[in-house]
């Protein structure tokens, strides 16, 4: 026991997990090493969650942990929050095996209406109108309901080998230039990279000391979904009107609802805090004011919701051994129906720089991860900034300006197929 009680002097044991350590100081005690995992993601929210999956499925080893518990979930009862997925993000949920998991058919975005009017009044006559057929795609996207892709990402995340999952449980995170030290309970884990992926108060970022700039819009966002007599035909409406933007979303119908659509729209604060307190017949004749009547006669089916809106984004989105992705990096006004397209994209570039790296978490991998997403993520940021404050208005020169700008751009094709293709995330 003479040698083993020279090391005992600087208590750095060198041992198998398990091993009993026995010293003249002490009785035999077990020391366990730290559980060595390639990559730590903290928060298993949709894209933390897919990246989780994605990087295990590409062969990592990925410690998940969440503050929430991730049992395998029922199916619950329909909510009306849905997601729109941009085609160019599938690709990410192909790669967890996530969208083969979906238990409800997603529905796809094939046509995209973009009107301008007043409530209660019919859209004006100028208008823009997408087709994917118009270059050359079945569809722009696909609208997922929320409770579908959170059912097929708790079931993916305990079943994916490569995974480890810790939820509910909270993290000590230690980052030095080696590398990473993840403390939860008991247990002890190291890293070469650890990704925030914690939502718009990211502890993570805060502790690295990375600034962000705000940006409120004295508005909420209204989210529910109504059943409706006429089918939709697989078109998105995005109806411009002075309050904020009002988005009818098509959904796949269910055996109670044949034609089921999603509603996000947002107005001032104040009138989203009236809204609030109405029953649901009253309130369904706001939404009918701000629909029109294309879909026939309409109900509302399940909850409502309402959420205070603000865009966000960091100054930037690495630091030692540590990636920002998602909300954690940046949150845009929900206008054009990106802001987890943005996340999933983030995920993509930490999956293809990142994931077949030697040492995920060097800093020239890093560097090349801030420079792929930082920029094109500010651009969406600025765009649907600058069409909030041009459409949130109710000037009359303003708006006969954007209606002739919107039917001018419908008679440019070069010009919409760039859109088309934004909007696909291409």
């Known amino acids: ?76 009862d329909f909510d009306g929050r849905a997601y729109a997925i941009a085609a160019g993000s599938r690709r990410l949920l192909d790669e967890a095996g996530l969208w083969e998991a979906l238990p409800f058919a997603p529905c796809p975005i094939r046509h995209i209406a973009v009107t301008d009017g007043q409530p209660g009044r019919p859209a004006s006559p100028l208008q823009l109108h997408f087709s994917s057929g118009a270059v050359a795609a079945e569809q722009f996207g696909w609208i997922i309901e929320a409770r579908a892709l959170r059912m097929a990402l708790n ?11 810790r939820a509910p449980a909270q993290a000590t995170i230690t980052r030095t230039p080696e590398s990473v030290q993840i403390a939860i309970g008991a247990e002890n884990f190291t890293a070469s990279l650890v990704v925030a992926a914690e939502g718009r108060n990211s502890p993570l970022r805060a502790a690295a000391g990375i600034r962000v700039t705000r940006i409120p819009y004295r508005q909420s966002a209204v989210v529910c979904a109504l059943a409706h007599e ?33 509603i996000v729209f947002t107005d001032r604060d104040e009138i989203v805090q ?52 998602g909300d954690s990096a940046h949150g845009i006004h929900p206008i054009a129906g990106q802001g987890l397209n943005l996340g999933l994209q983030d995920a993509l570039a930490l999956l293809d720089i990142c994931g077949p790296a030697a ?26 900034d600058s069409l909030d404050r041009l459409f949130s208005t109710n000037n009359p ?18 010009l919409k197929r760039r859109f088309m293709l934004a909007a696909m995330g291409g």
């Open 1 to 76: 026991m003479q040698w083993l009680s020279k090391f005992s002097l600087t208590r750095n044991y060198i041992a198998l997990p398990g091993t009993a350590i026995c010293t003249p100081a002490h009785l035999c005690q077990t020391v366990f090493m730290p559980t060595e995992t390639d990559i730590a993601i903290i928060g298993a929210g949709p894209v933390g969650g897919a990246l989780a999956c994605a990087l295990a499925a590409a062969g990592r080893h990925v410690l998940l942990v969440d503050k929430a518990a991730l049992p395998p979930m029922e199916h619950p």
């Open 155 to 165: 079931d993916r995340i305990n079943a994916v080998p490569g995974i480890t999952l």
């Open 230 to 262: 006429k089918p939709h035909n697989g078109v998105a409406l995005e109806h411009f009107l002075p309050g904020g933007p009002f988005a009818q979303l098509p959904m796949t119908g269910t055996d109670a609802h044949a034609n089921l659509s999603a």
């Open 274 to 325: 009236r809204l609030a307190l109405l029953d649901d017949a009253r309130f369904q004749r706001e939404v009918e004011k701000r629909l029109g009547a294309h879909l026939g006669a309409v109900s509302l089916v399940g909850k409502r919701w309402t959420y205070p809106l603000s865009a966000m984004h960091a100054a930037r989105y690495t630091d030692t051994r540590l990636a920002l992705v």
């Open 359 to 384: 040492d995920p978490g060097a800093s020239a991998q890093l560097a090349a991860y801030q420079a792929a997403r930082r920029p094109a993520n500010m651009s969406m940021l600025l765009a649907t």
């Open 397 to 414: 020169a303003i708006r006969l300006a954007r209606d002739l700008g919107l039917a001018a751009v419908n008679r440019m094709p070069r």
